[in-house]
Structure formats: structure tokens, C-alpha cells
């Protein structure tokens, strides 16, 4: 099946819908990131927005930005800013009246209140990876859920922040199943990033944490003159191109930056494995629904075969396209940020990461994709890399170098 684009007929040009506010807005988007603050399970301050005119220029547009979630935290990926504020908002909520805080939570004085509370949740890797390290600093029980795709690798990265790993068949959707069925029988708490029926408070939470992204990304531009050449304020940026998966992450950005400039919001494009197309294929359905094929893709993070309800309520208004690449093109994508150039810096970024920038690279080699995008040579787009080497070993085999030598480079481009 070629990769395909899908123009989304329900996209509207409006402001930021009041009953979308409700579920998430700028000010809890804030409010999370200022709890955040004080969780030493991130890097401080904001993470890299990186300008690649080389890599534009070879795509015929203006200019490419790439945020780099790969530094966020040790944990290599921009999951480490939701899993947190929803254990944190969770057991806010459970223990009320008990004078827990954000703060206080997050520093583990309360661990011996928490000896009886476990939180669980399926994973392809990188969520439950984050949840461990925020359960761990907490002071909670922590259970996640592998199903048969996820690498030994990636378990050992979770466990080694002592987390319990229950293994089973299947693929992510069934993992998801598994942990609602043992959350159920236990008294446990799911921590999901993805919705389901009945359960849409904690992935708005986890959504709400991604926010932080965008928030970053507006704040960088504010502060970049370079970017402001028209009166409309989002001339900043024209594209952003964004990784599918259940639409959690898109959803966290799309609803900031919708918000933030309201009828003046770039054009929204999510991207997806082929053969993982839950969103595209909602699009084509006017509604949720699940994806065509068998779901696994080397894009590990994106290998999702049900759309998140809860994030479809706010891409279907707002994402002018779907489009779906291979794995192939998403190992070229990863090889070309590795190579850097004389003046683009050389940066890990892992297979999900790059969905954004494969899709791009993808619209901008097929002319009638970018006719139908909008994309030409004045275009500015923003891509997010959401992850680095999380799975260090598969990064070296995909890229043909390890994570470790391109990183080396880097310090060396940097240093000149």
C-alpha cells in the first residue's frame, strides 16, 4: 500500500472552541509545567528548538525547525512531561484533604501515605518508562504491561526504575485490555495516555503535560524576531507536521497552538506508520476508529490500532491533513538528522521521533501533496523529535552508526 494523504474536510479555521478550553487550556497547560519545575526526573529549562537550513533549503521550503524531546530527560523522550503530571493530578484527587502538593508529591514525602497505591498501565516503551521513574520518585507502586512487540531492551529500561513488568501476548491494544483487567481485579489505578470509554480524565492529564512542548515552542519564536515578517501572529510558523499515534501528543500541541492563535494556527499535519493508521483512517470515517493493518512498525511509539476518543475530539476540528509514510522513509528521515551538514547540526533522533520530518520530506518530493499542503518556498515548518536512542541498540542498526558517535559529532559541530 503506497502512503497516502487524506485533506480533512471537517478542518475549521475558528477560534479555540469553549467546550475544548474546558478539557484543556494554556493556563493548566502552565500550571503543569510550573509542577514540572521541581521534578528532578527532567532537565531544566527548555529543550533545543533546532533550525536545519540545509535540510530546508534541499525541501524547498523556508525554513525547518526541529524541537528535540530526546534531552528532556534521561529518559529520552517528551513522554517523561505527561506519565508525572498524571500521577501527580491522580493521587492529588484520591488523597484529598491530606495536604499532599505537586511539589511535595513529586519529592517523595509522601511515600509512606503511598505504600498501598499502584498505578499500572500498557506500554510500547516510553509512557511506562516514565511512569516507573515518576512512581519511583513519588514513593508508589508502579505495574506496566508489555505485549509481545516490546523489546527486552526497552523492558530493562522501564524495570530499572522498579517497576513491576507483566508480559503478555498480543499487541499494544491488548496490552491496553490486560491492564484495565488487572487495575480492575486488584483495585489498582490505570495511568494511560490513551481514552477509552469511561476513562478520559487521566490521558486529558497526560495530554495537558505535552503541552509543555508547545509552550516552549511559542515562547521560542515570541522571543526570535527573525520569524516575524507579517502581520498575522502565527507567521512564525506556517506547517507543523506531527506523529500519530492514539493522537495524544498531536492533540497536547494542536490544542496549545490552537488556542495561543486561534484563526491564525498553522496547518496541522498528524503522520503515521502505514500499516498503523488509526487516525488517518478516522479522518476517512468522520469518527474514531481503528487502524487497517497489522499495527507493528519499526516506529515503535506510533504502532497504535485505536484512535484515543478523547484526542479525536480535538484533531478532528483542527487537522487539515493525515498522511501516512513507511518504515523506510522514516529510517531515511532518521539517517538524514544523524548526517547533519556544514550548517545543520547532527542530532539523535529515535524512529517515532521522525515521523514528522518523514512526512514532510515525503509531502515535499510529491507535488501534488504539497499542493494540496500549502507547502512552498515560504513556508516555515516546525517538527517535534520525540524521542532519542530509547532503544540504543536498534537506533545503531537503523542509522548504521550508534547514538553515542553521532551524539560525538554533534559536540564536535557545536564546538567549532
Known amino acids: 500500500m503506497p502512503p497516502m494523504l487524506y485533506v480533512n474536510p471537517q478542518a475549521a479555521r475558528a477560534p479555540y472552541p469553549a467546550d475544548l478550553q474546558d478539557i484543556m487550556s494554556i493556563a493548566r497547560a502552565q500550571e503543569s509545567r510550573e509542577w514540572l519545575a521541581h521534578w528532578d526526573g527532567l532537565t531544566p529549562g527548555a529543550t533545543p528548538l533546532r533550525s536545519l537550513p540545509d535540510l530546508a533549503a534541499s525541501l524547498g521550503v523556508r525554513s525547518v525547525l526541529v524541537k528535540d524531546e530526546a534531552l528532556r530527560s534521561a529518559l529520552g523522550s517528551f513522554k517523561a512531561l505527561g506519565a508525572p503530571i498524571a500521577l501527580v493530578r491522580l493521587l492529588l484527587r484520591q488523597f484529598e484533604g491530606k495536604g499532599f502538593a505537586a511539589k511535595s508529591l513529586l519529592n517523595g514525602e509522601h511515600r509512606d501515605a503511598l505504600t498501598d497505591f499502584t498505578a499500572i498501565s500498557a506500554t510500547d516503551g516510553n509512557h511506562g518508562r516514565a511512569l516507573a521513574a515518576a512512581a519511583q520518585s513519588i514513593g508508589c507502586r508502579c ?22 513488568i507483566v508480559r503478555i501476548a498480543g499487541n499494544y491494544d491488548d496490552s491496553v485490555e490486560e491492564a484495565a483487567a488487572l487495575a480492575a481485579r486488584h483495585g489498582w489505578h490505570v495511568v494511560s495516555d490513551t481514552s477509552y470509554d469511561g476513562y478520559e480524565v487521566i490521558p486529558r492529564d497526560v495530554m495537558q503535560g505535552y503541552a509543555t512542548v508547545a509552550a516552549e515552542v511559542s515562547e521560542a519564536l515570541d522571543g526570535d524576531a527573525s520569524h516575524k515578517d507579517s502581520a498575522s501572529p502565527a507567521a512564525n510558523v506556517t506547517h507543523v507536521f506531527l506523529q500519530g499515534g492514539v493522537g495524544g501528543l498531536a492533540a497536547g500541541i494542536v490544542s496549545y497552538l490552537w488556542e495561543r492563535w486561534g484563526v491564525w494556527r498553522p496547518t496541522f499535519v498528524v503522520v503515521e506508520p502505514e500499516q498503523a493508521d488509526c487516525l488517518y483512517q478516522s479522518a476517512i470515517a468522520g469518527k474514531a476508529a481503528s487502524a487497517s493493518g497489522a499495527v507493528d512498525s519499526v516506529m515503535a511509539g506510533l504502532a497504535c490500532g485505536e484512535t484515543s476518543p478523547l484526542a479525536w475530539r480535538f484533531l478532528q476540528p483542527s487537522v487539515d491533513a493525515f498522511m501516512t509514510v513507511t518504515d523506510a522513509q522514516a529510517v531515511q528521515a532518521m539517517q538524514r538528522l544523524a548526517r547533519g551538514t556544514d550548517s545543520d547540526v547532527p542530532f539523535v533522533a529515535g524512529e517515532s521521533g521522525v515521523a514528522g520530518l518523514a512526512g514532510l520530506m515525503l509531502a515535499a ?51 567549532r
Not at 504491561?145 to 527486552?152: Q, T, Y
Not at 494540496?372 to 537506533?395: Q, W
Open 143 to 164: 505495574v506496566i504491561v508489555l505485549h509481545a512487540h516490546v523489546s527486552d531492551e526497552r523492558e530493562q529500561a522501564i524495570a530499572a526504575y522498579g517497576a513491576e
Open 365 to 415: 518530493a510529491t507535488p501534488t501533496m504539497a499542493s494540496a499542503l500549502g507547502l512552498t518556498s515560504d513556508s516555515r515548518v516546525l517538527l517535534i523529535s520525540t524521542e532519542g536512542a530509547t532503544a540504543p541498540s536498534v537506533y545503531a542498526e537503523l542509522v548504521g552508526e550508534s547514538a553515542t558517535s553521532v551524539e560525538a559529532r554533534q559536540q564536535a559541530w557545536l564546538a
